[in-house]
């Protein structure tokens, strides 16, 4: 079975102080790996999606950045954090070349003060 | 970009009654559409799904309707218990390995 493992499970972090998120997945190769940010109360939304090593597409700027340096992790990062940055930060992963089903992991809540 | 409009934002319903969540969507090329059920503090957990080959599907007390010429889709919840009390999420696929969602519907289901 697939399994996804997030980490830090939450941060309370300084406005301007770097951050770093991140997200293996276990159980089956080259899988389709995202980024999603939610406000609290918020829908969903798509940062970053990545289909192989190496590459990474980004969806919608908010002064972050991702990189996948390994086929089983995914990278979320900046170097200074902004108030606006707070909330769940989720990665998820889906197989196949088009948006399948998707899988989120269990999250990482931000707290930027 | 795809836009996933989703109504109600809350929905209040009795124990045992049926609630239902709609969404529409823009873009005619969208063939895949999936709910997602979210608890407090929890990630998103998809529940059921649907693909543009199809009208209707249902599992465990969940029907999912897709009318393709309207690009709306809605999710059922038959006899309704408090444990399908949640938010809930729709989405859309659409080019570039994106899924947008809808904003959320709170259901709260009274005992």
């Known amino acids: 079975a697939q399994t996804i493992h997030q980490w830090p499970v939450a941060e309370i972090k300084a406005v301007g102080s770097p951050l770093s998120l991140g997200c293996t997945i276990k159980?089956?190769?080259?899988?389709?790996l995202y980024w999603y940010w939610q406000a609290t109360g918020g829908t969903l939304q798509q940062l970053f999606y990545?289909?192989?090593?190496?590459?990474v597409e980004s969806v919608v700027q908010l002064n972050l950045s991702a990189s996948r340096p390994k086929d089983d992790q995914f990278i979320l990062s900046t170097e200074k954090l902004l108030l606006s940055h707070s909330g769940f930060y989720l990665c998820a992963f889906s197989w196949g070349s088009y948006t399948g089903q998707l899988y989120f992991g269990e999250g990482s809540k931000l707290t930027v003060l | 970009g795809e836009q996933v409009e989703q109504l109600p934002s809350i929905l209040r319903v009795q124990e045992g009654s049926s609630a239902s969540i709609n969404c529409t969507y823009e873009?005619?090329?969208?063939?895949?559409f999936p709910w997602y059920k979210q608890e407090p503090g929890e990630n998103p957990k998809l529940i059921i799904d649907?693909?543009?080959?199809?009208e209707r599907k249902q599992t465990q007390g969940l029907i999912v309707l897709l009318d393709k010429k309207a690009k709306r889709f809605s999710l059922h919840i038959t006899d309704t218990q408090p444990g399908d009390s949640a938010m809930y999420f729709c989405?859309?696929?659409?080019?570039?390995?994106?899924?947008?969602f809808g904003i959320g519907t709170r259901v709260l289901v009274r005992p």
């Open positions: 989405a859309a696929n659409s080019a570039g390995n994106k899924l947008t």
């Open positions: 873009n005619s090329a969208s063939n895949y």
């Open positions: 649907i693909r543009s080959n199809m």
């Open positions: 990545s289909i192989t090593v190496g590459q």
């Open positions: 159980g089956k190769s080259s899988p389709n």
